[in-house]
């Protein structure tokens, strides 16, 4: 192990920084059960925003294309398809952005705590000077969410949390079904300009002509972003839990401190074990086999 006088962060993992008598003590364990919700303007225009997009491509997808469709069997098909996908979407989002990320406790660091670890000499804790709370280690601190986060990866305004330990899981959940949603939808208006375009506009759209090719080519710009957009950041995510390196980790470029396991290992921590369908299922919370809550770094 290295000297911590090498590392990035040691600004806030100086055991000098460590002034216990500096802290409050931790506020009452029970509101640990009101739900997570990060009060930032701009996260919550960006949730909203991200909710108006979904809603749109499913106003133009039931009420231009396939509603007006004559044919029943592909509109019911690709009707239950898009939907199925638009509810997983919107439910995935949700559970990210209300799932505690794995948030340390605020303000733990103080004096009593420290004593009762019965810390070994040669131990040492690491404060965090912003929210006093002791840092375990891989956590990083969030200056929107104002707490430090255990396995932080990245503070998404989208959907207007921190990625980390206990959320990666409806975050990668949500890239990847809003890449299918966009892909599924792009697929839907190439096939109605393919038919429509021959057969008679009056029998393809309630609208009239102008108004559905608008509301079809802005559909497919925001497929297309959003299709490119997502499925980088699913491969990025999917990327980063194999490798079982944060993105903060990996732009920092910190010393490897944790055991190396396999790709397999390191989905089932984030995705929990065993391997079922309810990986894919965004309402299912993962079974973590929670790991030590404090690692100190000695
Ligand atoms: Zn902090
Ligand atoms: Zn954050």
């Excluded at 297309?224 to 990327?239: A, D, N, Y």
């Excluded at 921590?269 to 309402?283: E, K, R």
Aim: glycine content about 6%.
């Amino acid at each position: 192990m290295g000297s911590p006088a090498h590392r990035c962060r040691d600004i806030e993992r100086q055991a000098g920084y460590l002034h216990p008598e500096q802290c409050a003590p931790p506020p009452p364990r029970a509101s640990s059960h009101a739900m997570w919700f990060i009060r930032d303007g701009c996260g919550i225009v960006c949730a909203v925003i991200t909710w108006m997009l979904v809603f749109y491509a499913e106003f133009v997808v039931l009420f231009v294309m396939l509603l007006p469709s004559r044919n029943l069997a592909y509109s019911l098909l690709n009707g239950a398809l898009f939907n199925s996908l638009a509810f997983l979407s919107l439910a995935s989002h949700f559970r990210a952005m209300c799932t505690d990320p794995g948030a340390v406790p605020k303000g733990n660091a103080t004096k009593e705590f420290i004593e009762s670890l019965q810390l070994k000499p040669g131990q040492v804790v690491y404060k965090c000077p912003k929210c006093c709370s002791i840092k375990p280690d891989r956590a990083h601190h969030c200056s929107i969410c104002k707490r430090c986060i255990r396995k932080m990866d990245h503070h998404c305004p989208w959907v207007n949390n921190c990625v980390g330990e206990n959320n990666q899981k409806y975050f990668v959940l949500f890239t990847m079904y809003i890449a299918l949603i966009s892909l599924h939808a792009l697929i839907m208006v190439a096939f109605h300009f393919l038919f429509c375009f021959e057969a008679d506009w009056t029998k393809c759209s309630t609208f009239s002509p102008p108004v559905t090719v608008i509301l079809l080519i802005l559909l497919s710009f925001e497929g297309l972003l959003f299709l490119i957009f997502t499925s980088v950041m699913f491969g990025t995510q999917v990327h980063s839990i194999c490798s079982d390196e944060t993105g903060i980790e990996q732009l920092k470029k910190e010393e490897r401190r944790w055991g190396k396991k396999t790709k397999w290992m390191n989905m089932r921590v984030v995705f929990g074990h065993p391997f079922s369908i309810a990986w894919l299922n965004p309402l299912a919370t993962p079974d973590y086999g929670k790991a030590e809550a404090y690692q100190y770094v000695v």
